[in-house]
């Protein structure tokens, strides 16, 4: 890519909701060599969770265009909750008119996990939610709509009395609701949204044996490394990034520095 001296492989131009504290350090450490990521916040004013995801919804282009003239090769927005919201039909028509508008594939998270969850064949799957069940009912509608079947759900308790409930919770709460849906009979574990932590557990897995996870921060950046619309997405990619080939050393380093700094 002529004129970025970081990322010539991929710039990805990422729309991350207003107080998530999670999107940037997982897609750093998920970045393959040669890409890089320049992000935009999702801001609303709107009093309840629901009414701020869905008006994010309304602000996507406006938000895209404080990238300017950079040279993105994808807009990926990292906000699972607004697509259970609107629905599948309606995400499809902003999927369309984002793409006509600024040229390049515009990836949601929740349509790179349905892409992701078909590159591991997965038909049952065990939500690993941290949502409450005002988001919990239209996320499993969603889910049934692409022709999965959810055979368990659970997920950490809400964190109310933190700033967010769902961007404070730690990945050892992700971890022991991981190896409880491990009981199931699912073909994988979906760890859903953007804003909980996910990386850590599914390395932990990996090491475990536990059931195949898929995260959608993780279906996310592989979708957006390959910049191509999300029915286009190669599926045979797709291992070597749920068997952490490429990050888990670089998630290990981040871990590592934090501890450091700690001392």
């Known amino acids: 890519m002529m004129g970025v001296e970081y990322g010539q492989n991929g710039l990805w131009g990422v729309l991350t909701p207003q107080a998530n504290t999670t999107v940037e350090p997982e897609l750093w450490a998920l970045l393959p060599p040669a890409h890089s990521l320049i992000n935009a916040r999702l801001v609303s004013e709107k009093d309840t969770i629901e009414e701020r995801l869905v008006d994010y919804t309304t602000q996507f282009s406006d938000t895209a265009r404080r ?53 591991m064949g997965a038909r049952r799957i065990a939500l690993l939610t941290p949502y409450p069940e005002t988001l919990n009912r239209p996320c499993v509608l969603y889910w049934e709509g692409f022709g999965l079947e959810v055979a368990a759900k659970a997920g950490p308790a809400l964190q109310d009395t933190a700033f967010h409930p769902i961007y404070a919770m730690t990945g050892s709460g992700v971890l022991t609701s991981y190896r409880e ?59 070597s990034w749920r068997n952490a080939s490429h990050w888990r050393g670089r998630f290990n380093g981040s871990l590592d520095s934090s501890e450091h700094a700690k001392q």
């Open 181 to 239: 849906l491990c009981d199931s009979d699912a073909d994988a574990v979906l760890m859903l949204g953007t804003g909980m932590a996910t990386l850590g557990p599914i390395l932990t897995g990996l090491g475990e044996g536990l059931k195949p996870a898929v995260s959608c921060n993780l279906a996310l950046a592989w979708a957006a490394a390959q910049a191509q619309p999300w029915d286009d997405l190669d599926g045979k990619t797709f291992d």
């Open 67 to 119: 990238f300017a003239n950079a040279p993105v090769t994808c807009i990926a927005t990292a906000c699972t909750g607004a697509s259970y919201l609107i629905g599948a039909a309606r995400e499809a028509e902003i999927v369309d008119e984002m793409q006509a508008r600024f040229g390049v594939p515009f990836l949601t998270a929740a349509l790179a996990t349905v892409a992701a969850l078909r590159a």
